[in-house]
C-alpha cells in the first residue's frame, strides 16, 4: 500500500530493459582469428539511475522533498519501486550540486535555504544573462525569435496548471535556448546551474503559488514579443524586471 501511494507521489521510474542477444556468426565460434575479432559486448544504455536524478530533482522543486527532513537510500528506492543503489547515487550527485546533505548512517538531509542565498543567485544569473540577451537583441534576426514561441508558450502551460516541476523545466528549456544563440556552450552550462539552484523551494515557502508562475511565464511571452519586434528599450525593461524579482 506505501509502495503504491508513494510511486503515485513520486512518479514511476521505468524498469530497465534487458539487452538484446546477440547473434554469434558460425565463423567466431570456437577460436577467434586475427581478422576478426569477437562481437562487442552489448552496451547497457538506459540509465535507472538519470530517471531517479530527474525524479528527485522533480520532487525537490515542488516541494515534495522538505527542505530540513533526512530522507535514507533505502525508504525512497521503496517508492521508486528500485534498490537503494541507483537512488544513493543520485543522492550524491544532488549532494554534489549543493541540493541535499550527507547524514552519515541516516541518509540525505535536503538542503535549507533562505531569501537571502536565492537573491544573491537572482543577482549573479542577472549579470550573466542580462547583457547576453541584450546583446542578441540588437544581433538575432526576427524569425530566429519566432521559432522559440514554442518554448513560450510550454512555460504558460505549465503555469496555467500549476505543475511546478513542468514549469521548472521548461523555463529553463527558455533561457537556455535564448543563451544558446550567443554560441558560447560554457556560459550556457553555468548559467543553467545557476538557474536550476534557483528553482530550489525555501524552507518556509516550499512552494509557488500558480499566479507567481503565471506572472512569471507571460513575462517570457512579452519578453519573445518584444525580441520578435526589436523594440530593444522594451527588451532592457522586462529582462531587468525579469531578474528582478526572479524566485524560479
Not at 537571502?116 to 550573466?128: D, F, K, S
Amino acid at each position: 500500500m506505501e509502495q503504491g501511494r508513494a510511486r503515485e507521489a513520486y512518479g514511476t521510474v521505468a524498469p530497465a530493459t534487458a539487452p538484446a542477444a546477440v547473434r554469434v556468426p558460425e565463423q567466431a565460434r570456437g577460436e577467434h582469428t586475427h581478422s576478426e575479432p569477437p562481437a562487442p559486448r552489448p552496451v547497457q544504455r538506459h540509465s535507472v539511475r538519470g530517471q531517479i536524478l530527474e525524479a528527485l530533482r522533480a520532487a525537490l522543486v515542488d516541494g515534495r522533498l522538505v527542505p530540513g527532513q533526512v530522507y535514507s537510500a533505502p525508504a525512497l528506492g521503496a517508492r521508486f519501486g528500485v534498490s537503494a543503489t541507483p537512488v544513493r547515487e543520485a543522492m550524491q550527485q544532488l549532494a554534489v550540486e549543493g541540493a541535499v546533505e550527507v547524514v552519515p548512517n541516516r541518509g540525505f538531509r535536503v538542503s535549507e535555504r533562505g531569501p537571502r542565498e536565492l537573491a544573491e543567485l537572482a543577482e549573479v544569473r542577472a549579470l550573466i544573462e542580462v547583457p547576453v540577451m541584450l546583446r542578441l537583441a540588437r544581433t538575432v534576426a526576427p524569425g530566429t525569435w519566432c521559432s522559440l514561441r514554442p518554448l513560450a508558450d510550454a512555460t504558460v502551460a505549465a503555469a496555467a496548471v500549476g505543475d511546478r516541476a513542468s514549469y521548472a523545466e521548461s523555463d529553463r528549456a527558455f533561457h537556455g535556448a535564448v543563451l544558446a544563440l550567443c554560441g558560447n556552450e560554457q556560459l550556457v552550462t553555468v548559467a543553467d546551474e545557476l538557474h536550476r539552484r534557483s528553482q530550489w523551494p525555501l524552507e518556509n515557502n516550499p512552494a509557488t503559488c500558480r499566479a507567481d508562475l503565471l506572472a512569471d511565464a507571460a513575462e517570457h511571452t512579452a519578453l519573445l514579443d518584444a525580441l520578435i519586434a526589436q523594440d530593444l528599450p522594451v527588451v532592457q525593461s522586462l529582462v531587468r524586471e525579469h531578474f528582478a524579482g526572479a524566485e524560479l
